[in-house]
């Protein structure tokens, strides 16, 4: 193909966006490049010059002459590479958002189990594996371009690449390679559409073969295309409009995937603890009319039988959608007060909705506003004088700036005076949204005030105003930086365009202008993909603040890499829908197991549309294997309370008897995620990491890393056919054994309220005896263990409790669990009390009936075993208090 001149290309890039969102991959390979000199190895680190290699390229503007290249391995297993410009300060992630790794402890480059390579001119780069050779990254053939609004680095890939990651998105988890582009840059993306940009950014992708797993992270939070093809031979490649190149190259491991989610966690943090409490049944809706429909969804609830954790309110509650608001006649706020001490005292939760945008009311003594401005810590418009406007759902509205030194003050007193216990409402949980930051003013946004006028902002309500003194719960009814130099720069239309909303959308359509200005002098282009995670964080803070001591549950919509540290994630605004349904498995799993963004679920039932009986019934069933659980749905929907359709709601009791039995092993693997990044959802690769034939699978997953989860996913099917690897398998129901053998088995007879779960061999469970309609309640019931012996007749399995809220604990009893050779071995340090007894141990595969049971070393009395030979189960009533080690043994 022919090369088109730098100038020529130039010319006809600026022509149009749209144009600019293809660039011929053969005039990008003919740039020149860098050629790299004085070249130093001191220790751990490795710096050198990196100057231009020839004539200048300028595709999306004038190429950067001199780069300075800095290689610094960081652990055996982690290689930081960062490329920046030689001469000028360039924007970086403030360490304020994401702190990076101590290098202090670097380690010789031959101790390390990856390499970084290097070819002087052109100057590449490649990083392998020091024992076996193996090259997981290599530029070799694609020159940098290094440019002031356009970054590129390509790297090959193997042929049929197993890539994971990049998101947030709705595609597939193992990402497409053919002609695939995704595109990071936060925007309020309703129906999360596949293929395009939805609330959050990950730049960290996985690539997993059957010789290891390695992760590449690019620690950037600008916009960018990360491109794949497989096109000739495979490649992906990064297009980003700003910042600088931060590589952080993880070693992973040859035999162990989770290994890399691990070594991810040390980079961004591990995931924080919630309370055990936020494991339960939450439901929320948008368009509940007023605090009469609240109260009746909770009785309601309670008569139908289906346990309920927590009930949420969205921005209904508001007084003209304004935050720190009720609406007077509506939500009154003694009425609201009287539902929140009604949950309490019946052990259940409380959660609201808070935006970022404030309403921009002044001179109308609305507090937030007030205070807001008297502290001066609202976003600037380009002026850096004013505040920027935008139009969200009370009308004109101003944001904070979290870069402000102010602005966690600011938020903390606002949550102190609004959700104050004895005053204001006492919530137990935090939900923020809108905070990519989402504006309703399209670009270009000249006249908020009149586009807020034209969108009917806020809307007004149309119900009628509720009788203030009606009954209610009586029956059931139906840090500072220099600011970085754009002043030659084109913001609003960079020359390279990122694909955002699939199609080269403005950057600030619908959002914060990429020229407004923060308290640091950094600009929203640069920090945007940051700006819901710094929320994330200042509304953690103030809940921590507000409750001292307690683990906090806030659940939010925009994430950047190291949000999960503070927050968990919904997926967004999805609709009632079975392709849907089945794209939130690929969903919890990106967050879950590689985003490190462990307590996450979809709208279940569906956000928008209207769900069906039989689909809401499938969802509630899918959803109880979520971290995060909870219908919610919008305004212009039917109402969809699981207890409103009778199929619901029986899958919603029968699969949270499950949920609440297994929370305590969920308990465990979210403290195991803090402790060390274990992810707590697993793909079926991450166990089986050499069948090729788990690689794809994103329809089944493993709840925890031994409870296989296999969802119809088939509108009105009654069958699902799922892939069971070469290992043995026990059915969660009825403990029969099942054994697999590398081949997909369709599961019949799969009726509207059972969903197919499989306890993967190897692994003693600590479940509770039965669900409860509390977790407070759950905590007062006994333990059953489930031993599952593997292919070697071996099982084991752990055991993590505290009190359930407090972030420091006084005492915890962690305990581990041993079977082999018909022996199972509890033991541990039991310093939290648990109050309760192991009732029993059931023993899965044991194919006769024993001749004898000890207990402890003591025969135990024949009355108290048994032995199903149908489903070769024996059962030992044990009845110790749990508070010390035993044993269990058969023979």
Same mark, same amino acid.
């Given at each position: 193909?022919?090369?088109?001149?730098?100038?020529?290309?130039?010319?006809?890039?600026?022509?149009?966006?749209?144009?600019?969102?293809?660039?011929?991959?053969?005039?990008?390979?003919?740039?020149?490049?860098?050629?790299?000199?004085?070249?130093?190895?001191?220790?751990?680190?490795?710096?050198?010059?990196?100057?231009?290699?020839?004539?200048?390229?300028?595709?999306?503007?004038?190429?950067?002459?001199?780069?300075?290249?800095? +290689?610094?391995?960081?652990?055996?297993?982690?290689?930081?590479? *960062? =490329?920046? &410009? $030689?001469? %000028?300060?360039?924007? !970086?992630?403030?360490?304020?958002?994401?702190?990076?790794?101590?290098?202090?402890?670097?380690?010789?480059?031959?101790?390390?189990?990856?390499?970084?390579?290097?070819?002087?001119?052109?100057?590449?780069?490649?990083?392998f594996?020091?024992k076996?050779?193996?090259?997981?990254?290599?530029?070799?053939?694609?020159?940098?371009?290094?440019?002031?609004?356009?970054?590129?680095?390509?790297?090959?890939?193997?042929?049929?690449?197993?890539?994971?990651?990049?998101?947030?998105?709705?595609?597939?988890?193992?990402?497409?390679?053919?002609?695939?582009?995704?595109?990071?840059?936060?925007?309020?993306?309703?129906?999360?559409?596949?293929?395009?940009?939805?609330?959050?950014?990950h730049?960290?992708?996985?690539?997993?073969?059957?010789?290891?797993?390695?992760? +590449?992270?690019?620690?950037?939070?600008?916009?960018?295309?990360? *491109? =794949?093809? &497989? $096109?000739? %031979?495979?490649?992906? !490649?990064?297009n980003?409009?700003?910042?600088?190149?931060?590589?952080?190259?993880?070693?992973?491991?040859?035999?162990?995937?989770?290994?890399?989610?691990?070594?991810?966690?040390?980079?961004?943090?591990?995931?924080?603890?919630?309370?055990?409490?936020?494991?339960?049944?939450?439901?929320?809706?948008?368009?509940?009319?007023?605090?009469?429909?609240?109260?009746?969804?909770?009785?309601?609830?309670?008569?139908?039988?289906?346990?309920?954790?927590?009930?949420?309110?969205?921005?209904?509650?508001?007084?003209?959608?304004?935050i720190?608001?009720?609406?007077p006649?509506?939500?009154?706020?003694?009425?609201?007060?009287?539902?929140?001490?009604?949950?309490?005292?019946?052990?259940?939760?409380?959660?609201l909705?808070?935006?970022?945008?404030?309403?921009?009311?002044?001179?109308?003594?609305?507090?937030?506003?007030?205070?807001?401005?008297?502290?001066?810590?609202?976003?600037?418009?380009?002026?850096?004088?004013?505040?920027?406007?935008?139009?969200?759902?009370?009308?004109?509205?101003?944001?904070?700036?979290?870069f402000?030194?102010?602005?966690?003050?600011?938020?903390?007193?606002?949550?102190?005076?609004?959700?104050?216990?004895?005053?204001?409402?006492?919530?137990?949980?935090?939900?923020?949204?809108?905070?990519?930051?989402?504006?309703?003013?399209?670009?270009?946004?000249?006249?908020?005030?009149?586009?807020?006028?034209?969108?009917?902002?806020?809307?007004?309500?149309?119900?009628?105003?509720?009788?203030?003194?009606?009954?209610?719960?009586?029956?059931?009814?139906?840090?500072?930086?220099k600011?970085?130099?754009?002043?030659?720069?084109?913001?609003?239309?960079?020359?390279?365009?990122?694909?955002?909303?699939?199609?080269?959308g403005?950057?600030?359509?619908?959002?914060?202008?990429?020229?407004?200005?923060?308290?640091?002098?950094?600009?929203?282009?640069?920090?945007?993909?940051l700006?819901?995670?710094?929320?994330?964080?200042?509304?953690?803070?103030?809940?921590?603040?507000?409750?001292?001591?307690?683990?906090?549950?806030?659940?939010?919509?925009?994430?950047?890499?190291?949000?999960g540290?503070?927050?968990?994630?919904w997926?967004?605004?999805?609709?009632?829908?079975?392709?849907?349904?089945?794209?939130?498995i690929?969903?919890?799993?990106?967050?879950?197991?590689?985003?490190?963004?462990?307590?996450?679920?979809?709208?279940?039932?569906?956000?928008?549309?209207?769900?069906?009986e039989?689909?809401?019934?499938?969802?509630?069933?899918?959803?109880?294997?979520?971290?995060?659980?909870?219908?919610?749905n919008?305004?212009?929907s039917?109402?969809?309370?699981?207890?409103?359709?009778p199929?619901?709601?029986?899958?919603?009791?029968n699969?949270?008897?499950?949920?609440?039995?297994?929370?305590?092993?969920?308990?465990?693997?979210?403290?195991?995620?803090?402790?060390?990044?274990?992810?707590?959802?697993?793909?079926?690769?991450?166990?089986?990491?050499?069948?090729?034939?788990?690689f794809?699978?994103?329809?089944?997953?493993?709840?925890?890393?031994?409870?296989?989860?296999?969802?119809?996913?088939?509108?009105?099917?009654?069958?699902?056919?799922?892939?069971?690897?070469?290992?043995?398998?026990?059915?969660?129901?009825?403990?029969?054994?099942?054994?697999?053998?590398?081949?997909?088995?369709?599961?019949?007879?799969?009726?509207?309220?059972?969903?197919?779960?499989h306890?993967?061999?190897?692994?003693?469970?600590?479940?509770r005896?039965?669900?409860?309609?509390?977790?407070?309640q759950?905590?007062?019931?006994?333990?059953?263990?489930?031993?599952?012996?593997?292919?070697?007749?071996?099982?084991?399995?752990?055991?993590?409790?505290?009190?359930?809220?407090?972030?420091?604990?006084?005492?915890?009893?962690?305990?581990?669990?041993?079977?082999k050779?018909?022996?199972?071995t509890?033991?541990?340090?039991?310093?939290?009390?648990?109050?309760?007894?192991?009732?029993?141990?059931?023993?899965?595969?044991?194919?006769?009936?024993?001749?004898?049971v000890?207990?402890?070393?003591?025969?135990?009395?024949r009355?108290?075993?048994?032995?199903?030979?149908?489903?070769?189960v024996?059962?030992?009533?044990?009845?110790?208090?749990?508070?010390?080690?035993?044993?269990?043994?058969?023979?």
């Open positions: 193909m022919r090369v088109v001149k730098s100038s020529t290309l130039l010319a006809l890039l600026i022509g149009g966006g749209a144009f600019a969102n293809f660039t011929d991959p053969t005039v990008l390979d003919a740039c020149p490049g860098y050629k790299a000199s004085h070249v130093v190895t001191h220790g751990a680190q490795l710096t050198a010059d990196l100057t231009l290699a020839g004539e200048a390229c300028n595709v999306f503007g004038p190429d950067i002459e001199k780069l300075k290249l800095e +290689v610094t391995y960081e652990t055996k297993t982690r290689v930081h590479v *960062k =490329i920046t &410009d $030689a001469s %000028s300060q360039r924007y !970086e992630i403030p360490e304020s958002v994401l702190p990076r790794p101590d290098a202090g402890h670097s380690v010789a480059p031959q101790l390390a189990e990856i390499q970084f390579n290097y070819t002087t001119s052109p100057f590449s780069f490649s990083i594996r020091t076996t050779k193996e090259v997981l990254f290599s530029t070799a053939s694609h020159p940098l371009i290094f440019e002031p609004q356009y970054l590129r680095v390509k790297t090959n890939l193997p042929s049929n690449p197993n890539v994971y990651g990049l998101g947030e998105h709705t595609d597939s988890f193992r990402l497409p390679t053919h002609n695939y582009t995704r595109t990071l840059w936060s925007r309020d993306a309703f129906l999360v559409p596949s293929g395009t940009n939805l609330y959050g950014n730049p960290i992708y996985f690539e997993h073969r059957t010789t290891g797993t390695h992760g +590449v992270f690019l620690a950037n939070s600008n916009g960018m295309d990360i *491109k =794949i093809d &497989d $096109a000739g %031979s495979a490649s992906l !490649e990064y980003v409009i700003g910042g600088i190149l931060d590589f952080y190259f993880l070693a992973g491991s040859e035999t162990d995937p989770t290994e890399v989610a691990r070594q991810y966690a040390e980079i961004v943090g591990t995931p924080a603890e919630v309370p055990y409490w936020s494991f339960g049944l939450h439901q929320c809706r948008f368009g509940y009319t007023d605090y009469i429909d609240v109260s009746q969804v909770i009785t309601n609830y309670s008569a139908a039988g289906i346990p309920l954790e927590t009930m949420w309110t969205d921005i209904d509650y508001m007084d003209r959608r304004r720190f608001t009720v609406d006649q509506y939500f009154p706020l003694n009425r609201m007060r009287e539902i929140v001490d009604f949950l309490h005292s019946h052990d259940q939760k409380f959660v909705m808070t935006d970022p945008a404030v309403a921009y009311l002044p001179g109308e003594s609305y507090g937030p506003f007030d205070r807001g401005t008297d502290a001066d810590i609202w976003l600037k418009a380009a002026n850096n004088s004013s505040p920027f406007l935008g139009a969200v759902w009370p009308g004109v509205t101003v944001f904070p700036d979290w402000n030194e102010k602005a966690q003050d600011y938020w903390t007193n606002e949550f102190k005076l609004f959700y104050d216990p004895k005053t204001g409402l006492d919530i137990d949980g935090a939900w923020i949204d809108m905070n990519e930051p989402s504006s309703f003013c399209n670009f270009p946004c000249t006249d908020p005030f009149q586009q807020a006028r034209d969108q009917a902002l806020p809307p007004p309500r149309t119900a009628p105003v509720p009788d203030p003194n009606a009954p209610i719960f009586g029956q059931a009814q139906a840090p500072l930086q600011r970085i130099d754009h002043s030659q720069d084109n913001l609003q239309s960079p020359p390279y365009t990122i694909q955002n909303a699939q199609g080269g403005m950057l600030s359509d619908r959002t914060a202008y990429v020229d407004a200005v923060h308290a640091n002098g950094l600009l929203e282009y640069d920090t945007h993909n700006y819901g995670t710094m929320m994330s964080t200042a509304t953690h803070n103030a809940m921590l603040a507000r409750r001292p001591g307690l683990k906090t549950l806030v659940i939010t919509r925009s994430t950047f890499a190291g949000a540290s503070h927050v968990g994630k997926l967004g605004d999805n609709n009632s829908e079975w392709p849907h349904y089945r794209a939130s690929a969903g919890i799993l990106g967050m879950a197991s590689v985003y490190q963004v462990p307590m996450v679920g979809a709208d279940i039932c569906g956000y928008a549309g209207d769900t069906t039989t689909l809401c019934a499938r969802w509630a069933m899918l959803g109880a294997f979520y971290p995060f659980m909870r219908d919610h919008s305004d212009t039917i109402s969809q309370e699981f207890y409103r359709f199929l619901a709601a029986q899958a919603a009791r699969v949270l008897d499950i949920r609440y039995r297994l929370i305590d092993y969920l308990y465990t693997a979210l403290h195991k995620a803090h402790v060390d990044g274990t992810p707590v959802l697993q793909p079926l690769w991450y166990q089986y990491p050499k069948d090729p034939s788990t794809p699978i994103d329809l089944q997953f493993f709840f925890g890393d031994s409870i296989l989860v296999s969802p119809v996913t088939e509108e009105n099917s009654t069958s699902v056919t799922a892939y069971f690897p070469k290992d043995i398998f026990y059915d969660f129901t009825t403990l029969a054994p099942f054994r697999g053998t590398g081949n997909s088995v369709t599961l019949k007879n799969v009726n509207f309220t059972s969903i197919p779960v306890i993967r061999g190897g692994v003693v469970l600590p479940l005896e039965k669900g409860t309609m509390t977790t407070t759950l905590r007062k019931t006994d333990f059953e263990l489930v031993v599952a012996p593997g292919t070697d007749g071996k099982a084991s399995g752990s055991l993590y409790l505290d009190d359930g809220v407090s972030i420091v604990q006084e005492a915890t009893t962690e305990v581990e669990f041993d079977f050779k018909g022996k199972l509890v033991s541990g340090k039991f310093g939290f009390p648990t109050k309760v007894d192991v009732s029993r141990v059931r023993f899965m595969g044991v194919q006769h009936a024993p001749h004898s000890e207990v402890n070393g003591h025969a135990a009395k009355a108290s075993f048994s032995h199903d030979a149908a489903t070769q024996l059962t030992v009533i044990v009845g110790i208090a749990f508070r010390q080690g035993f044993t269990v043994s058969f023979s």
